[in-house]
């Protein structure tokens, strides 16, 4: 079982950044793939980022050249820089797990991008 919470969402204004952190508990972290996610009010859920357990990234089209998906294996940690932020970012952002038997999601962190 492996638990993941995300953090480092909130407010900014167009053309800002942030930085959003998925912690992930368990000692299996660097076998995992790990995804970003997000939804907008009445849309599905959609990709946005993932990176493999031997670190190949790979991008959605719609934020490519501005967000770049990481991890850091010592710390079981993913994260996701969001430069050039715009409105149409905004959704809540899920954190995502998969490798083995499991897939396993985060609660979600909001990110809002409004003057």
């Known amino acids: 079982q492996v638990q993941l919470v995300e953090s480092g969402g909130g407010l900014v204004q167009p053309g800002g950044s942030l930085r959003l952190s998925c912690a992930a508990s368990?000692?299996?972290?660097?076998?995992?793939?790990m995804g970003w996610y997000r939804q907008a009010p009445g849309k599905q859920r959609e990709l946005v980022a993932t990176i493999t357990n031997s670190g190949r990234t790979n991008y959605d089209d719609s934020v490519k050249g501005r967000f770049t998906i990481s991890r850091d294996n010592a710390r079981n940690t993913a994260y996701l820089q969001m430069n050039s932020l715009k409105p149409e970012d905004t959704a809540i952002y899920y954190c995502n797990a998969a490798g083995g038997p499991g897939n396993y999601w985060g609660q979600g962190t909001q990110v809002t991008v409004s003057s």
């Open positions: 368990g000692n299996f972290f660097r076998l995992y793939h």
